[in-house]
């Protein structure tokens, strides 16, 4: 079964520092890799996307990694700033008979910066 | 330009109620999504639309659930004989073509069914 799974579930931090968010998934076969940013009462926004064959990403103060071997991503998000505070979503891509790409969803990890 | 728009906002319902919520994708995407997340939990896929082919409705619940599309533009979901177990935020993305692009999502529709 196709599964996504982050940790940690909740996250709080002060401002200005550094944190990592994991993702394992079980998802084959196994096409992309995405990590998008949901504020409260919003959609979500795409942070990095990466395939197989890239091992890390960065956006900023975002930079994701992904080691295919082990199944797992990570998301670390340096000098943490107040606006950083959103749900982190690991989205993996898998590619059906049909050639259609379907998303399987974490349920993301929910992280508060502080002053 | 525009992002994806969805309307309402907020909707809230009695359980047996039909329900329609609205989509407006970005101009020129041919691929339009439909997604359930429920509080505390990650998306759930629930349909997709690519251009003029046959839409993809694996992820649809039940039959109570269906969507419309009309050409390259908008696009309702359709939720009939609402039960409270749909309260939920639907989410409606859509991207350039296919699915190896970027999607880009709305801001939702938060259903109650009360």
């Known amino acids: 079964k196709n599964q996504v799974e982050q940790s940690p579930q909740s996250l709080i931090i002060l401002e200005g520092k550094n944190c990592t968010l994991q993702c394992n998934y079980t998802v084959s076969p196994f096409s992309n890799l995405r990590w998008y940013k949901q504020d409260t009462g919003r959609g979500p926004v795409s942070l990095t996307i990466m395939t197989f064959s890239e091992n890390t990403k960065s956006n900023g103060r975002y930079t994701a990694t992904l080691d295919a071997d082990t199944k797992q991503s990570s998301l670390h998000i340096t000098a943490s700033q107040l606006s950083d505070s959103a749900s982190y979503i690991c989205v993996v891509s898998a590619v059906e008979n049909t050639g259609f790409q379907k998303l399987v969803f974490g349920t993301g990890t929910r992280l508060l910066v502080s002053p | 330009g525009a992002g994806v728009s969805q309307s309402p906002s907020n909707k809230v319902t009695e359980k047996g109620k039909d329900v329609e919520l609205r989509c407006d994708p970005i101009?020129?995407?041919?691929?339009l999504y439909w997604y359930r997340q429920r509080l505390g939990q990650g998306l759930e896929f629930l349909i997709y639309f690519q251009g003029n082919s046959a839409p993809d409705k694996s992820g649809l619940p039940s039959d109570r659930f269906s969507a419309e599309r009309t050409g390259e533009s908008v696009s309702t979901l359709t939720i009939q004989r609402t039960q409270q177990e749909d309260s939920a935020v639907y989410l409606c993305?859509?991207?350039?073509?296919?699915?190896?692009?970027?999607?880009?999502f709305g801001p939702g529709t938060r259903l109650t069914v009360t």
């Open positions: 993305a859509s991207s350039l073509t296919g699915t190896s692009y970027e999607q880009y």
């Open positions: 101009s020129g995407h041919t691929a």
